[in-house]
């Protein structure tokens, strides 16, 4: 039988004037297993405190409900109050005969009565309530961050800088991402790589950082504050210690026509090559798919001319275990391919534009890399078939984007920006040629943006055709873009000598992979999820992961750098403590019951539940039962809920806790 | 009574058909059991009464010489293989015979983690249907006395089986009288249905058949069972047996494939694969999923699409 | 152990077209039906699905018309093929429209007193042969392949658009006609003009705009090179057919209007286009051919722009 | 400003199971405004509406409930990100099955009231308590929890076994 | 000296009784299926088939509450159930199968400690059996020792004739008692013919050499053998005529509540769970085993019985087809 204090607060007269507190307090005195009632003019108040603290230990109460008002409002403040009494926290619970009852209802008889039924359901919930301690993890302090583009640089910089060590996972040969292949950027028009290459060799130089390019995640075990990531090191053929980067193998590789992924396919580049002289680290890497040695056997040049002997053609891929507390993941993305289908992919293609078929229409970052003075034509606008200078470009907004009958709803947000940048870059260049845009609407919002948009039409003579292309075909050595003006209501057709398609912003190949090595999830476009749209936009739901720059949406240069430094303040702010303290409202798994189904694990919006095995004494497999990690468990009780023999329970709204509720009704 | 036994009672199938499964059955189980692939088969054994059989659990192949296939294998034998029931076979891998519809239960109990698909050797049968629970069992299956579920069956053929037997596939046409007494219950007003439903569920005597036959309540504790909390009374009277199928409805929901064992165990014959096949319609209405056409990742109450129909919802 | 595959069969909406000026589709479709062995069986006492003009003037009218239409087809076993893919777009439009607003169905019920078969199934020809008969069947049932036929294929503007209703093909970049034409044998050509209009029913009210069209669409195909252009529409069969003489007259000289409104073009003038005939095939026409039909019973002499030459040339008469 | 208090015959019963991030925070909302709305409401709070399990919906109507209200954060509001649209299906399910059985389902109504929504909430409860007012006490589950099986009622007293219409006659006409 | 009674004054004696509110109980057909239940009248009596459930919950109800109990002030108040309330009760048209098992039950109830529940409605009752001529393949009666016209149990006994009337034996006071209240509805005479009683495909067994058997195998292959099918499900135990565990349950609160006694089954795997957590019968086929020893081992032991009537009931309602006559036959004909 327990021993419950009931204190009924007057709240002033914001619920006295209402309710009969007295009557509220001698009826919660006959609810069984109260052991004491009363009533207090202001319980929040120091005496009100003291009253509970007094009435805990002259009563020896083993449990308290204060009926006041919401326990939003004062519960952290009673159940200190408990605490102090020496109470479990959890078994001071508050009654709202405020907000739920004296403020909104003004009949006497009527909300007293309701105040009555309120105290009698919360006793229940106190009664069958259970002592409940705080949950601690401890924290490993070192961050994982995957992805070397300007997110991730930036968010491993600025941890790093507060004293913590990271590791930086980047698949490519080289960190830096797409903004290294910019050429300038919108709205100063100041070069990329001027701004981008200083912050890739801080990265390089900085001692609490540990960069692994060419390297991959494998596997993600472990919760918030201890994770155990996997790392694939792929085979780079190079010794990256031995190697001084002089290149000289580069200069020396008899096989040198190979379409240089950074330029977009356009420029060509040896079998061991770095991506661009920039590169960090400057270690090359043999493309072995292309590789005369690797393919044949025969060759061996680079081996021959490294004076350090850093060439290794039996260089395995390796593994490494990094023990980290927090993942950012800045996995950034790529641009919507037009010509076909992908496999799988609820995206149409658009084979009427004849991308892939017609050599002259390439898309934005492409046109980057031909305005780009360390791009394939050194910075001059030529067009792909033959090398002539374009005198007419056509440029097409929303290709992909906005297009829900392909598939796409979502806004890439960058284009319209970078499309005004692109007619810019081309009227400097080409001061007789004439751009032409087929667009929506033009989307500036950012500071500096319209005046910059503005300046591409009103300055620079950009055509902007408010409308959409539906076909564009070859015709002796034009491109025949067919389209609508909205504006003026009549169908256009163009001749251009280039088109640049601003293709949709797509997370990157295998985005949704890495999304369930990690546990995250991921919407249907495979762009990763924030936990709360507004109120957590850099959290991941899975504790101890945040997102930073475009694999969580669409974003530009300012907007990536803004959230990955929010996602290092995230991480410190774990780091700051050596443990982590959380509430413990978390599930239990009763191992006895579980059966096995793993319902709770398909309903799981935090991956906190995994599937442990019981095994007898001799070791035999006896079954597989659902264990809820306390770390991760983020305490909404779905699995419960769903669980057929509730042998998961939600410690703090136990179902007997409700079931007594209800019956007390 | 009388209106059932004027009508012209159709000659689903011959009795040479199901001597032809049992012959395909035995081969199978003589087979798997011989070299070794199984240790035991899940098969049905003749009953001592003319049109009865038993589910049997045979690890010879002598025994298994003896499996049979007729209109009385009425049982869903997957139940055999879930934890509840579990023990009476060796661990390793179990052959089972199983019709279209049993093979929907394998599927979800697949898709719940009970079995591995690799632990089971599937002897599918291509049925033509089975006795209905209380009908005539001697000679041929006829529209009289097939089983009401078996009359608009969509899963005679055992697609996924390791190996098939029989090769009859062409079914009567049958009225579905399962769904035409849905559609009638439906058409009740409110207060008709609850009368049906109740005299029905008073009725209940708490044996519990229904939930030992089911191959999808395998709970090791039946939430009915717990008494902290009580959240389903567990004396037999009509508040309790409301709440009870109520409840075993819900938890069958996106799960049930329709075997329909648990009304044709009843012995106070409860049409409880009523309820089962409303669940399962609104299911397919509103999230377009059928449980165990195949083994799924998540079943309809396990996941969620945030387009999800909510017109119900304030 | 798998059941034998049953015998194809559908119920048959040819519309008007295909009883006067497209007669040859409607002979071809039936011939090449026969030579498959798929059932067709015509829709008892069928009338006009409205076509173009009942929607622009009535939604009840047109939307009433191909709703009586498809509840009589719904007596007739199989689902519906269609041919004409006018006939095509009206009934499937109708089914999503019906399907989609309660209040019009309800309307249309009243109208055509009975209850509107919004779910029987109707399917073009195309996706018969291509999807149900299968490619690869039809591949193993040619007795005559087109070799050396290079054929534009015309989907025209109704056959996939708007994609939520005819649900063919991708809406823009369909590919159906192509592979079908491979599964014949014959070799598509890459062109430009397979999706615009031909002009369709302003044949008889502006015929300057069709004279238009059709030409960009005539000369498309010559550039690419086609032998013959395949249709799926006795609409666009008219156009392209029965104008080809006229569409010479109007624009042999050099300097063709074909591209509109062209900012800067510098591509006016150069050599007199290609004046070619290009023959007008049926998609059931090529097909029938493929099966072995005889050619007398597709309807090669009623058309305008006699095909037989193209088809000796190819031995394939 | 002060409506008159009505007095009512029938004072329904209503319990609203509702979450605590947005329901139980929004019918706070509707207090510190001092909105005003019918007292019958009996409040149950839960993490998420994700926790609610329709067997509580079950029991509540089994206690006396005449009317149930669950109620939690808008599609994508949800604090646990999926919990709501997790709730959202095994509803839909639940009401289906309710209604099949013979349940009135205006008796059980489901919404979505966000913390800053008081206004809902009182219209939400006002039109649930005023719906469920005029449709009067809800009979079926509370005659069940007195009903017995015909030997049971042969025990406890002889006037519970007259359940049937025809057998109360045939007693009553013995006089 | 015999009597006969007409189907039609059978059913004017139920309309009779029913005025003089007495709780007439008797096969009725109740939705698609025949239970003994409350009888209004005469014509709701039904005799094609056997009832789905035996009688014996006119004794044991299927649940029944014992006592109530509320908590008030503090102090727990308990409210014992007033027995003196059970009505007088006659029980018409029950076979001897089913007729039959009070006699079997009194032993038991009456034992070491008096069921006062079950034994104030045995007083307040009257059993009027009847002879049965229906049966099928399940029945087995004659087996256990009962034949279709056994009269152990019945007050009164009827017997069909073969002109729809019944042959009347007053078997104890209670039926002489009632046939004398309604003489009227009674002719002296013998009548016509009996109608002939069905065969039985089990017709004898040896009841002392399988009790002998059971005696010496509870270890035996043969429990797996037969009971390994078996799932679990208290379906032939509730609807057993002979089968009599219950359990205790308290619904409700902890402060307000009725606490309930209502039919168990050993078939149930809870049924033996200890509050430990250990199972003695922790297979299916103990628990099965538990069944048989306990119809033709234990209670013969106890009280001289067999807990069985031939009634067939469980052999028709097993989910699974496990048939209690094959496996007496089975013992029966075993060597050692």
């Given at each position: 039988?327990?021993?419950?204090g009931?204190?009924v ?12 507190v007295?009557?509220?307090?001698k ?11 009363c009533?207090?003019?202001y ?10 603290k007094?009435?805990?230990a002259?009563?020896k ?5 204060v ?24 078994l001071?619970?508050?009654?709202n005969?405020?907000?739920h009852?004296s ?5 006497r ?7 009555k ?5 919360m006793?229940e919930?106190?009664r ?22 300007i ?6 910089l600025?941890i ?16 830096g991402g797409?903004?290294?292949q910019?050429?300038?950027t919108?709205p ?44 694939k090191h ?12 002089c ?15 950074f330029d977009?396919?356009h ?6 090559y770095v ?6 680290p400057n ?6 798919e ?21 060439v290794?053609?039996?260089q395995?891929d ?6 980290v507390?927090?993942?950012v993941?800045?996995?950034g993305?790529?641009?919507?391919t037009?010509?076909r ?7 149409q293609?658009?084979?009427?534009f ?23 034509t050194?910075?001059?606008?030529l ?14 907004q ?8 392909k ?10 920006m ?7 870059l081309y009227?400097h ?8 845009v087929?667009?929506m ?8 943006y ?13 055509v902007?055709?408010?409308g ?7 015709r002796?050595?034009k491109i ?6 909205i504006?003026v209501?009549?169908q256009?057709?163009i ?25 995250i ?5 495979n762009?990763y999820?924030e ?9 991941c739901?899975?504790a ?10 669409p974003?530009?240069?300012p907007d990536?750098v803004?959230?990955a430094?929010?996602?290092?303040a995230k ?9 982590l303290?959380?509430?413990?409202v ?9 059966v096995g189904?793993?319902a709770?694990?398909?309903?799981c ?10 095994r007898?004494?001799?070791g ?5 039962v659902?264990y ?8 909404c009780?779905?699995?419960q ?9 939600l ?8 079931m007594?509720?209800?019956?007390a009704? | ?8 009672h ?6 040479a058909?199901?001597?032809?499964i ?6 199978e ?15 049905y ?10 589910p049997a ?8 010489g ?9 049982n869903?034998?997957?139940?055999y293989?879930?934890?509840a029931k ?12 199983a ?8 599927a979800?109990?697949?898709?719940e ?18 006795y209905g629970?209380?009908?005539?069992r001697?000679g041929?299956?006829t529209?009289a006395n097939?089983?009401r ?17 029989g090769t009859?596939?062409e ?12 559609a009638?219950i ?15 569920f008073?009725?209940?005597?708490r044996?519990?058949a229904c ?12 939430l ?5 909390p009580?959240a ?11 709440a ?7 938890h ?9 064992e ?29 449980a ?19 017109s119900f919802i304030? | 152990m798998?059941?034998?595959k049953k ?22 479709t039936r011939a090449?039906?026969?030579a ?6 015509e829709v008892?006492?069928w ?5 173009t003009?009942?929607h ?7 939307l009433?018309l191909c709703a009586k ?21 009206r ?6 429209h019906?399907k ?13 007193d ?7 199934p109707?399917k ?9 008969f ?7 049932s ?6 050396g036929?290079?054929v ?8 996939t658009?708007?994609?939520?209703v ?5 809406c ?6 192509e592979d ?8 598509p050509?890459k062109w430009s003009h ?5 002009g369709?029913n ?11 069209l ?14 013959c ?12 057919d029965i ?11 050099p ?6 409104n062209?900012?800067?073009s510098?591509?006016r ?5 290609d ?8 998609v ?8 072995g039909?005889?050619?007398e019973?597709l ?11 193209l ?7 | ?16 199971f509702?979450?605590t ?12 405004s ?7 409401v ?33 599609p994508?509001d ?6 709501n649209?997790?709730a959202?299906?095994?509803f839909a399910?639940f ?9 009135d ?8 009231v ?12 006002t ?9 009067g ?11 017995e099986?015909?030997s049971?009622f ?14 109360k006659e045939a007693?009553d006409?013995?006089? | ?8 004054n059978?059913r ?10 007495k709780?007439v109980?008797g096969p009725k057909?109740?939705?698609?299926v025949v ?13 094609d088939a056997?009832p ?8 044991f ?10 908590r ?10 007033d ?5 007088e009760t ?7 199968c ?14 070491d400690?008096?069921?006062e529940?079950y ?22 009666c ?16 009827l017997t ?6 019944y042959a ?7 039926g002489?008692a ?6 009227n509805l009674?002719?002296?005479?013998a009548?016509?013919?009996p ?9 004898k ?5 399988i009790?002998k ?30 089968c ?28 033996t769970n ?11 086929n ?10 033709f081992?234990y209670y013969?032991?106890?009280?001289g ?5 031939g ?11 496990i048939?209690?006559a094959e ?10």
């Amino acid at each position: 039988m327990s021993r419950i204090g009931v204190f009924v607060c007057h709240c002033g007269e914001n619920i006295s004037r209402t309710v009969d507190v007295e009557q509220v307090a001698k009826a919660a005195g006959e609810i069984p297993g109260v052991a004491y009632s009363c009533d207090y003019k202001y319980m929040c108040s120091d005496p009100g405190q003291t009253l509970l603290k007094k009435a805990v230990a002259e009563h020896k109460l083993d449990g308290v409900l204060v009926a006041a008002c919401s326990p939003r409002m004062h519960e952290k403040t009673f159940r200190k109050a408990a605490e102090a009494a020496g109470l479990n926290p959890y078994l001071c619970e508050m009654a709202n005969i405020r907000e739920h009852c004296s403020w909104v209802h003004e009949d006497r008889g009527m909300a007293t009565a309701k105040a009555k039924d309120i105290v009698k359901l919360m006793v229940e919930r106190v009664r069958k309530g259970k002592s409940l301690a705080p949950i601690t993890v401890p924290v490993t302090k070192r961050a994982l961050v995957i992805g070397g583009g300007i997110a991730g640089i930036q968010a491993a910089l600025d941890i790093a800088d507060a004293g913590h060590k990271v590791v930086l996972v980047e698949r490519d040969p080289s960190i830096g991402g797409h903004m290294a292949q910019l050429s300038e950027t919108f709205p100063t028009l100041d070069c990329s790589q001027c701004i981008m290459t200083p912050k890739m060799v801080d990265v390089a130089n900085h001692p609490n950082i540990t960069l692994f390019t060419y390297s991959e995640i494998e596997k993600v075990e472990g919760y918030i504050g201890n994770f155990q990531v996997t790392v694939k090191h792929k085979a780079r053929s190079v010794d990256e210690k031995k190697c001084t980067g002089c290149g000289v193998c580069m200069t020396k590789c008899p096989k040198k026509k190979i379409p240089n992924e950074f330029d977009q396919g356009h420029g060509m580049r040896p079998a061991i090559y770095v991506p661009f002289p920039q590169a960090v680290p400057n270690t090359p890497v043999i493309d072995r798919e292309n590789c005369t040695m690797f393919q044949s056997g025969k060759c061996g040049v680079c081996a021959k001319v490294c004076g350090p002997g850093a060439v290794d053609y039996e260089q395995k891929d390796t593994f490494t275990v990094e023990d980290v507390g927090a993942i950012v993941v800045a996995t950034g993305f790529k641009l919507y391919t037009i010509d076909r289908k992908p496999e799988g992919s609820p995206i149409q293609g658009y084979g009427e534009f004849g991308y892939g078929t017609i050599p002259d229409i390439i898309d934005g970052m492409t046109f980057e890399r031909l305005a780009s003075a360390s791009g394939p034509t050194g910075g001059k606008i030529l067009r792909p078939s033959d090398g002539k200078e374009p005198k007419q470009v056509v440029f097409i907004q929303c290709v992909g984007s906005r297009a829900r009958e392909k598939g796409i709803s979502y806004c890439s947000k960058v284009c319209c920006m970078y499309t005004a940048k692109h007619t810019m870059l081309y009227h400097h260049k080409v001061h007789d040629g004439q751009a032409y845009v087929f667009f929506m609407d033009a989307r500036t919002p950012g500071k500096g943006y319209d005046e910059f948009w503005r300046r591409a039409v009103e300055e620079e003579e950009a055509v902007y055709i408010r409308g959409m292309v539906s076909r564009m075909y070859q015709r002796g050595d034009k491109i025949v873009v067919m389209g609508s003006d909205i504006q003026v209501g009549t169908q256009v057709e163009i001749e251009a000598d280039l088109v640049v398609l601003a293709t949709a912003v797509q997370p990157q190949d295998g985005a949704d992979l890495l999304a369930q090595k990690l546990g995250i999830s991921y919407d249907k476009y495979n762009f990763y999820s924030e936990a709360h749209a507004k109120l957590k936009p850099v959290e991941c739901a899975t504790a101890g992961i945040y997102l930073a720059g475009a694999c969580q949406g669409p974003k530009d240069i300012p907007d990536t750098v803004s959230q990955a430094s929010a996602a290092a303040a995230k991480v410190m702010t774990l780091f700051a403590k050596d443990q982590l303290e959380r509430d413990p409202v978390v599930a239990k798994v009763n191992e006895k019951y579980c059966v096995g189904c793993f319902a709770c694990k398909k309903v799981c919006a935090y991956g906190a539940i995994e599937e442990k095995e019981i095994r007898d004494r001799q070791g035999n497999l006896v079954k597989k039962v659902a264990y809820v990690n306390p770390g991760v468990c983020g305490g909404c009780g779905t699995c419960q809920a769903t669980c057929p023999s509730k042998s998961i329970e939600l410690d703090g709204y136990t179902d007997e806790q409700i079931m007594a509720m209800i019956e007390a009704l | 009574m009388n209106a059932k036994a004027s009508k012209t009672h159709v000659t689903c199938i011959e009795p040479a058909y199901y001597e032809a499964i049992t012959e395909a059955i035995r081969k199978e189980a003589v087979q798997i059991l011989k070299d070794e692939t199984v240790v035991g088969v899940v098969g049905y054994l003749p009953g001592r009464r003319k049109g009865t059989a038993s589910p049997a659990l045979v690890t010879t192949a002598e025994e298994a010489g003896k499996l049979i296939f007729s209109p009385a294998c009425v049982n869903n034998l997957s139940v055999y293989l879930t934890k509840a029931k579990k023990g009476v076979l060796k661990k390793g891998k179990v052959g089972i015979v199983a019709k279209g519809c049993d093979m929907r239960a394998l599927a979800g109990l697949i898709t719940e983690s009970q079995l591995q698909r690799e632990e089971l050797f599937i002897i599918g049968v291509v049925c033509p249907g089975v006795y209905g629970f209380g009908a005539e069992r001697t000679g041929t299956l006829t529209e009289a006395n097939i089983a009401r579920k078996c009359r608009e069956c969509s899963v005679h053929l055992p697609d996924g089986a390791d190996v098939a037997a029989g090769t009859h596939t062409e079914l009567a046409d049958l009225t579905p009288e399962e769904a035409e007494e849905m559609a009638r219950i439906e058409a009740m007003p409110q207060a008709e249905r609850w009368a049906f439903w109740k005299e029905h569920f008073s009725r209940c005597i708490r044996c519990m058949a229904c939930r030992q036959v089911c191959p999808f309540c395998y709970c090791e504790q039946c939430l009915c069972d717990k008494n902290r909390p009580q959240a389903v009374e567990s004396s037999p009277r009509p508040a309790g047996n409301m709440a009870w199928h109520l409840v075993r409805a819900m938890h069958l929901a996106g799960r049930c494939g329709g075997c329909a064992e648990c009304e044709r165990v009843c012995p106070m014959d409860i049409p409880l694969n009523l309820l089962n096949r409303r669940m399962a319609k609104e299911l397919k209405e509103l999230y377009d999923f059928e449980a165990g056409l195949n083994p799924v990742e998540k079943g309809p109450l396990n996941q969620y699409k945030e387009d999800d129909d909510q017109s119900f919802i304030k | 152990m798998t059941p034998g595959k049953k015998r194809l069969s559908y119920s048959y909406y040819p519309g008007c077209s295909l009883h006067a000026s497209g007669r040859e589709y409607d002979i071809s479709t039936r011939a090449l039906f026969k030579a498959l062995n798929v059932g067709l069986k015509e829709v008892p006492d069928w009338f006009c699905c409205g076509a173009t003009p009942a929607h622009n003037v009535d939604e009840l009218l047109s939307l009433s018309l191909c709703a009586k239409n498809l509840s009589l087809a719904e007596e007739v076993e199989g689902d519906l093929a269609v041919a004409c893919a006018a006939c095509f777009s009206r009934l499937k439009t109708t089914q999503h429209h019906l399907k989609e607003d309660d209040t019009k169905r309800k309307q249309v019920e009243v109208a055509i007193d009975g209850p509107a078969a919004i779910n029987k199934p109707v399917k073009h020809i195309l996706e018969i042969l291509a999807r149900e008969f299968g490619l690869a069947r039809l591949e193993e049932s040619v007795k005559k392949p087109l070799l050396g036929l290079k054929v534009a294929s015309y989907y025209g503007c109704l056959l996939t658009r708007p994609p939520e209703v005819p649900e063919l093909d991708d809406c823009e970049d369909p590919s159906i006609m192509e592979d079908l034409l491979r599964a014949l044998g014959a070799e598509p050509v890459k062109w430009s003009h397979r999706m615009e209009c031909c002009g369709a029913n302003f044949t008889l009210s502006r015929p300057g705009v069709v004279l238009k069209l059709s030409n960009a669409i005539l000369e498309s195909a010559r550039i690419a090179g086609a032998d013959c252009i395949m249709v799926a529409c006795p609409l666009c069969h008219g156009n392209l057919d029965i104008r080809q003489k006229e569409i010479k007259e109007a624009y042999g000289a050099p300097d063709s209007t074909l591209f509109g409104n062209i900012f800067g073009s510098e591509l006016r003038g150069g050599s007199a286009p290609d004046q070619r005939d290009v023959p007008i095939f049926y998609v059931t026409q090529l097909a029938a051919l493929a099966m072995g039909v005889a050619s007398e019973s597709l309807g090669f002499e009623s058309v305008i722009t006699d095909p037989k030459p193209l088809l000796r040339d190819k031995q394939l008469l | 400003m002060h409506a008159e208090t009505k007095q009512h015959d029938f004072e329904p019963k209503i319990v609203a199971f509702v979450c605590t991030w947005c329901t139980y925070a929004g019918a706070d909302l509707a207090g510190t405004s001092r909105m005003q709305y019918p007292s019958n409401v009996r409040v149950l709070k839960f993490p998420c509406t994700g926790r609610i399990d329709p067997v509580f919906i079950l029991r509540a109507f089994q206690k006396g409930a005449d009317g149930v209200l669950v109620s939690g954060c808008h599609p994508g509001d949800c604090h646990y990100m999926a919990g709501n649209f997790h709730a959202r299906r095994r509803f839909a399910a639940f009401r289906a099955l309710l209604s099949f059985v013979g349940v009135d389902l205006n008796r059980l109504q489901f919404s979505w009231v966000s913390a800053a929504e008081g206004g809902k909430w009182v219209d939400v409860v006002t039109e649930l308590t005023e719906r469920v007012r005029t449709m009067g006490p809800m009979p079926e589950f509370k005659e069940l929890e007195h009903e017995e099986q015909w030997s049971t009622f042969a025990g406890a007293s002889a006037d519970k076994v007259l359940n049937s219409p025809e057998l109360k006659e045939a007693y009553d006409s013995i006089g | 000296m015999p009597q006969i009674i007409t189907e039609q004054n059978l059913r004017n004696l139920i309309d009779l009784l029913v005025k003089e509110a007495k709780l007439v109980v008797g096969p009725k057909l109740s939705g698609s299926v025949v239970l003994y239940e409350p009888l209004a009248a005469g014509s709701d009596l039904t005799l094609d088939a056997l009832p789905r459930r035996s009688s014996k919950e006119l004794f044991f109800p299927i649940c029944e509450d014992i006592l109530s109990y509320k908590r008030e002030n503090g102090a727990m108040k308990v409210t014992d159930v007033d027995r003196s309330k059970f009505p007088e009760t006659v029980l018409i048209g029950a076979p001897p199968c089913d007729a039959g098992s009070p006699a079997i039950l009194d032993a038991v109830m009456s034992w070491d400690y008096n069921d006062e529940f079950y034994l104030e409605r045995r007083r307040k009752s009257t059993i009027v059996g009847i002879a049965c001529t229906k049966g099928d393949d399940a029945c087995f009666c004659r087996a256990v020792g009962l034949a279709p016209d056994a009269e152990g149990g019945s007050d009164l006994f009827l017997t069909p004739l073969k002109d729809g009337s019944y042959a009347c034996k007053a078997v104890t006071d209670k039926g002489q008692a009632l046939v004398a209240a309604h003489q009227n509805l009674f002719a002296d005479g013998a009548g016509t013919e009996p109608v002939p009683f069905v065969d039985q495909a089990v017709e004898k067994l040896d009841l002392v050499k399988i009790k002998k058997w059971l005696e010496e195998h509870f270890e035996d292959p043969l429990w797996e053998k037969i009971a390994d099918i078996c799932v679990g499900c208290g379906a032939c135990a509730f609807i057993c005529p002979a089968c009599h565990c219950f359990d205790i349950n308290d619904e409700g609160s902890t402060d307000d509540g009725v606490r309930r006694k209502h039919w168990d089954a050993c078939g149930f795997a809870k049924f033996t769970n200890h509050a430990s957590g250990h199972n003695p019968r922790d297979v299916q086929n103990k628990r099965y085993r538990n069944r048989i020893m306990h119809k033709f081992k234990y209670y013969d032991d106890k009280f001289g019985k067999t807990l069985c009537t031939g009634c067939g009931r469980c052999i028709r309602a097993c989910p699974v087809g496990i048939d209690i006559a094959e496996i007496l036959e089975t013992i029966n004909g075993k060597e050692d």
